[in-house]
């Protein structure tokens, strides 16, 4: 039973980040959307700030099984890439959203700090054990982080099939 109260509570948070962005997101709006009272709410979570830390937990667990399943099944570096693509790197607005929350303001807290860096490490671990060249590792890396990132922030994207020129461009003889 505290597994789905904690579930329902990540997903009320991460559903308020998508509908409304970081001040959306109170004790009071989190436990009224899990349907728990503000005191089974602080009982998972004893602060505002320990709720962005567990989503962050649970993003961080699920990049690294993704990554790391995907790496599994094919190149690994084209799997960091393409993980970078504009049309999966923001769901509704919610990474983005997670990003404001945990940077700035009242909940930047360095825990949720650390646990974001670590999100990005298991995003880019597959790709940096299959990349013998660390420099081609780095670039990999800075193209995949600047193409998601850019995706993030609204701006303007590369055509997907120069995106894909790009790729295999960086990918060749890897």
């Known amino acids: 039973m505290a597994s789905d109260a904690r579930d329902r509570i990540l997903r009320a948070v991460r559903d308020l980040l998508v509908a409304g962005g970081p001040s959306s997101v109170t004790l009071e709006a989190v436990a009224d959307r899990a349907g728990l009272s503000k005191g089974g709410l602080l009982y998972h979570f004893p602060s505002k700030s320990a709720l962005y830390v567990g989503l962050l937990e649970q993003v961080r667990d699920a990049v690294d099984d ?13 799997a960091f890439l393409e993980y970078a693509r504009p049309e999966s790197a923001d769901e509704g607005g919610f990474f983005t959203s997670l990003l404001a929350a945990v940077r700035t303001g009242e909940d930047a807290d360095p825990q949720a700090l650390a646990v974001l860096a670590e999100s990005f490490e298991a995003w880019e671990r597959p790709m940096r054990s299959a990349i013998a060249d660390p420099v081609r590792a780095e670039i990999i890396r800075l193209v995949g982080n600047g193409l998601y990132l850019s995706a993030i922030a609204g701006l303007p994207q590369p055509d997907p099939e120069l995106l894909e020129q790009v790729f295999d461009r960086l990918l060749t003889d890897a």
């Open 66 to 78: 993704e990554m790391t399943g995907r790496a599994a099944h094919g190149d690994a570096a084209r």
